[in-house]
């Protein structure tokens, strides 16, 4: 397959890439993505620009992963714009190029990152691709941008909008806060505890990607989560032994609130999300239960 990747640099773009025969990828600094990720064809791009001709021309499938990272800095307007931007142009900007070439790309995939967010928090419901999307600010920003890429549909581009859980990975995202908390000794449930966790291990994430970009009956939403989602509590419990490190030191829902203010939702949304459309195509996970993931990525 002929890919072109967005936000290649990035922790699951980087994963995916190194299972790509010479991708094109389309970045900041070309020559900062070339030396981190090796064989590829760099193309320079930012999401308020056009994207190169030369870049989607004769491609198989497009993997849409930019945006802006999502931190534990305090949510303000002006990170609000930047989420945004970010992702609604950057997706508008891939739209218009798909439509632009579709002589020579007929057949092109669309893969576009969205993420569990757009569920909102949603207590002890069982969540799946046809659950409504929930109300507040990261909801509304997955439903719009999940929008943008859903054009391209209007001529003939199969779209897949990959909703993206908490990932489980060695080298950082959301998981590496968490394991720092474990290793200095202080790790333990976040708020209540109670909230629900849909997380996946970094390698089912690039598997589903290329579930998603090979099997002609993934259209829409696609839910990127292990079908095992954990309570909070559990989670912190299964990392603490699978680190050998102590996990009952709770941090109460008001401390993240005073350090993150609004950022603090995301930790305690409760998000019980299962991968319904991965399993019925006929996707195997190979991380399904959290102890082997954490195992994996604890080393």
Same mark, same amino acid.
């Given at each position: 397959?002929?890919?072109?990747? +967005?936000?290649? &640099?990035?922790?699951?773009?980087?994963? /995916?890439?190194? %299972?790509?025969?010479?991708?094109?990828?389309?970045?900041?600094?070309?020559? =900062?993505?070339?030396?981190?990720?090796?064989?590829?064809?760099?193309?320079?791009?930012?999401?308020?620009?056009?994207?190169?001709?030369?870049?989607?021309?004769?491609?198989?499938? !497009?993997?849409?992963?930019?945006?802006?990272?999502?931190?534990?800095?305090?949510?303000?307007?002006?990170?609000?714009?930047?989420?945004?931007?970010?992702?609604?142009?950057?997706?508008?900007?891939?739209?218009?190029?798909?439509?632009?070439?579709?002589?020579?790309?007929?057949?092109?995939?669309?893969?576009?990152?969205?993420? &569990?967010?757009?569920?909102?928090?949603?207590?002890?419901?069982?969540? +799946?691709?046809? *659950?409504?999307?929930?109300?507040?600010?990261?909801?509304?920003?997955?439903?719009?941008?999940? %929008?943008?890429?859903?054009?391209? &549909?209007?001529?003939?581009?199969?779209?897949?909008? !990959?909703?993206?859980? $908490?990932?489980?990975?060695?080298?950082?995202?959301?998981?590496? *806060?968490?394991?720092?908390?474990?290793?200095?000794?202080?790790?333990?449930?976040?708020?209540?505890?109670?909230?629900?966790?849909?997380?996946?291990?970094?390698?089912?994430?690039?598997?589903?990607?290329?579930?998603?970009?090979?099997?002609?009956?993934?259209?829409?939403?696609?839910?990127?989560?292990?079908?095992?989602?954990?309570?909070? %509590?559990?989670?912190?419990?299964?990392?603490? =032994?699978?680190?050998?490190?102590?996990?009952?030191?709770?941090?109460?829902?008001?401390?993240?609130? /005073?350090?993150?203010?609004?950022?603090?939702?995301?930790?305690?949304?409760?998000? =019980? $999300?299962?991968?319904?459309?991965?399993?019925?195509?006929?996707?195997?996970?190979?991380?399904?239960?959290?102890?082997?993931?954490?195992?994996? !990525?604890?080393?």
């Amino acid at each position: 397959m002929k890919a072109l990747v +967005t936000g290649a &640099t990035g922790l699951i773009g980087a994963h /995916l890439v190194a %299972k790509l025969d010479h991708p094109r990828v389309l970045a900041r600094s070309p020559e =900062r993505a070339t030396a981190k990720l090796g064989a590829v064809e760099a193309f320079a791009w930012s999401a308020s620009e056009p994207v190169p001709r030369a870049a989607i021309e004769g491609v198989d499938v !497009v993997f849409h992963l930019a945006g802006e990272p999502i931190s534990g800095r305090r949510l303000t307007a002006a990170r609000k714009q930047e989420f945004r931007d970010s992702r609604i142009l950057g997706t508008r900007r891939i739209v218009e190029a798909l439509r632009d070439s579709q002589a020579s790309n007929h057949k092109v995939v669309l893969v576009s990152a969205s993420a &569990t967010g757009f569920y909102g928090t949603r207590g002890d419901a069982e969540l +799946t691709e046809e *659950s409504a999307p929930g109300d507040d600010f990261f909801a509304e920003l997955c439903a719009d941008w999940e %929008k943008e890429a859903l054009e391209a &549909t209007a001529f003939g581009v199969r779209v897949v909008c !990959v909703r993206i859980g $908490i990932v489980l990975a060695r080298e950082g995202g959301a998981f590496a *806060s968490l394991r720092r908390a474990f290793n200095l000794g202080v790790g333990g449930p976040l708020g209540s505890g109670e909230q629900w966790m849909a997380w996946i291990h970094v390698d089912d994430i690039v598997g589903l990607l290329f579930h998603a970009a090979e099997r002609s009956d993934v259209t829409g939403a696609l839910n990127l989560c292990a079908p095992t989602p954990e309570r909070n %509590k559990d989670f912190a419990r299964t990392l603490g =032994r699978v680190m050998h490190r102590p996990s009952f030191m709770p941090t109460p829902a008001f401390a993240l609130r /005073l350090a993150i203010g609004d950022m603090a939702d995301l930790a305690l949304a409760s998000q =019980r $999300i299962l991968p319904k459309k991965a399993l019925a195509t006929g996707y195997a996970f190979r991380f399904p239960a959290l102890e082997g993931a954490l195992r994996d !990525v604890v080393g």
